[in-house]
């Protein structure tokens, strides 16, 4: 439960800039996600009706609970951009204190504010007596290696009413690099009674079940291994309750691509759209054979339908191509999809183990 929202599963889709916009948001909760913020906008209501912001607050289309996820470093200015948010629809806010953005920590906001436990004391304060919603924090395990203040941020959160955490398992100094502490999410979950969701290089199914035992958080945050993947919410959420969830098929992931691109259009308009759909398209195709030849046409465009005219091209030969190759397997023969999964828990289990160990030697720390 999140207030009095009661989540569809244990799998959220985190926050992400230039990314989580009303489009992306609705395919990840169409796949299972069962919370899906916006992407972060900044406390300084003034800048909400610029040509950037506007559809960073869309929410007409978006599933309850409706997120929106506030940075700031003034308790009042963040008081106030909750109220706004509020008033244009959102039913959860959430605090960003984990952005580790140069141009987003000068301005002492995201997580430069674990530095001061008093400022995140008050803004905690004035945002969470500010509105009658749900306030959720997403926050990291502290500012650097030296000053891991992770529980502690938690325990201040918890008591001032915050009703549920995301906590990213590195420090603000660390960025994306290094191992996650995910002992340091478990020393947190222990700490406190309000929902906790582990996030940080989560890429498969069975690392999220690993993830979760180890922690014993209430649930996983996926954040940049959805792009290009919507649909992973559903194989983690499928392998999580022990349903075997096929892959999508080429011809479904054409369609779904299909309409996402669409989506962006109608969002953005024209021009706009089609340059956000770019990296989509960009991250669709990974791995993909001739991928690198569709991309120099699909990129370079200049008008929608051209963009999916191209796209559609592409993958209906995928699907051709795919469809032929499947012909010639044996229906049944080992080695599928769940099968895989569960093969690769136990490794995934020894690589968490080996992350702890690194992550003691380096800190000196010993397991509690």
């Given at each position: 439960?999140?207030?009095?929202?009661?989540?569809?599963?244990?799998?959220?889709?985190?926050?992400?800039?230039?990314?989580?916009?009303?489009?992306?948001?609705?395919?990840?909760?169409?796949?299972?996600?069962?919370?899906?913020?916006?992407?972060?906008?900044?406390?300084?209501?003034?800048?909400?009706?610029?040509?950037?912001?506007?559809?960073?607050?869309?929410?007409?289309?978006?599933?309850?609970?409706?997120?929106?996820?506030?940075?700031?470093?003034?308790?009042?200015?963040?008081?106030?951009?909750?109220?706004?948010?509020?008033?244009?629809?959102?039913?959860?806010?959430?605090?960003?204190?984990?952005?580790?953005?140069?141009?987003?920590?000068?301005?002492?906001?995201?997580?430069?504010?674990?530095?001061?436990?008093?400022?995140?004391?008050?803004?905690?304060?004035?945002?969470?007596?500010?509105?009658?919603?749900?306030?959720?924090?997403?926050?990291?395990?502290?500012?650097?290696?030296?000053?891991?203040?992770?529980?502690?941020?938690?325990?201040?959160?918890?008591?001032?009413?915050?009703?549920?955490?995301?906590?990213?398992?590195?420090?603000?100094?660390?960025?994306?690099?290094?191992?996650?502490?995910?002992?340091?999410?478990?020393?947190?979950?222990?700490?406190?009674?309000?929902?906790?969701?582990?996030?940080?290089?989560?890429?498969?199914?069975?690392?999220?079940?690993?993830?979760?035992?180890?922690?014993?958080?209430?649930?996983?945050?996926?954040?940049?291994v959805a792009q290009g993947q919507p649909w992973i919410f559903q194989e983690v959420?499928?392998?999580?309750?022990?349903?075997?969830?096929?892959?999508?098929?080429?011809?479904?992931?054409?369609?779904?691509?299909?309409?996402?691109?669409?989506?962006?259009?109608?969002?953005?308009?024209?021009?706009?759209?089609?340059?956000?759909?770019?990296?989509?398209?960009?991250?669709?195709?990974?791995?993909?054979?001739?991928?690198?030849?569709?991309?120099?046409?699909?990129?370079?465009?200049?008008?929608?339908?051209?963009?999916?005219?191209?796209?559609?091209?592409?993958?209906?030969?995928?699907?051709?191509?795919?469809?032929?190759?499947?012909?010639?397997?044996?229906?049944?023969?080992?080695?599928?999809?769940?099968?895989?999964?569960?093969?690769?828990?136990?490794?995934?289990?020894?690589?968490?183990?080996?992350?702890?160990?690194?992550?003691?030697?380096?800190?000196?720390?010993?397991?509690?």
């Open positions: 439960m999140l207030g009095p929202y009661e989540l569809t599963g244990p799998v959220a889709l985190a926050p992400m800039a230039g990314i989580t916009d009303a489009p992306f948001r609705l395919l990840c909760r169409r796949f299972g996600a069962s919370i899906a913020a916006t992407e972060m906008v900044i406390a300084d209501t003034q800048l909400w009706t610029s040509r950037k912001s506007r559809p960073r607050l869309y929410l007409a289309d978006d599933p309850e609970p409706r997120v929106v996820q506030i940075a700031g470093s003034e308790p009042r200015q963040m008081a106030a951009a909750a109220r706004a948010a509020i008033d244009q629809g959102a039913q959860v806010i959430d605090i960003n204190m984990g952005c580790p953005a140069k141009k987003v920590c000068r301005k002492l906001a995201g997580s430069a504010l674990l530095k001061n436990e008093q400022q995140v004391e008050n803004i905690l304060h004035a945002v969470v007596s500010a509105v009658d919603a749900p306030v959720t924090l997403k926050m990291r395990t502290g500012w650097d290696p030296g000053n891991r203040n992770g529980v502690r941020i938690a325990k201040l959160a918890e008591s001032i009413g915050i009703r549920g955490l995301a906590v990213h398992g590195r420090t603000r100094a660390c960025k994306f690099r290094g191992p996650v502490e995910y002992e340091t999410i478990r020393n947190i979950k222990s700490e406190v009674g309000i929902p906790v969701f582990a996030n940080g290089d989560i890429v498969t199914p069975a690392q999220a079940r690993s993830v979760l035992d180890f922690t014993r958080a209430d649930g996983v945050m996926l954040g940049r959420a499928g392998f999580l309750q022990k349903k075997c969830v096929q892959p999508l098929s080429i011809r479904a992931r054409r369609d779904i691509i299909l309409a996402h691109l669409e989506s962006m259009y109608e969002l953005y308009g024209e021009y706009r759209g089609i340059r956000v759909a770019r990296k989509h398209l960009g991250w669709y195709c990974q791995h993909l054979a001739g991928a690198k030849e569709f991309l120099s046409l699909a990129l370079r465009v200049e008008c929608s339908s051209e963009q999916i005219k191209i796209t559609k091209k592409f993958f209906d030969r995928l699907c051709i191509d795919t469809e032929a190759t499947e012909k010639h397997l044996t229906p049944g023969e080992p080695g599928t999809w769940c099968e895989q999964q569960e093969k690769r828990q136990p490794q995934n289990r020894q690589n968490l183990q080996n992350r702890h160990r690194l992550f003691r030697s380096e800190t000196g720390r010993s397991e509690t």
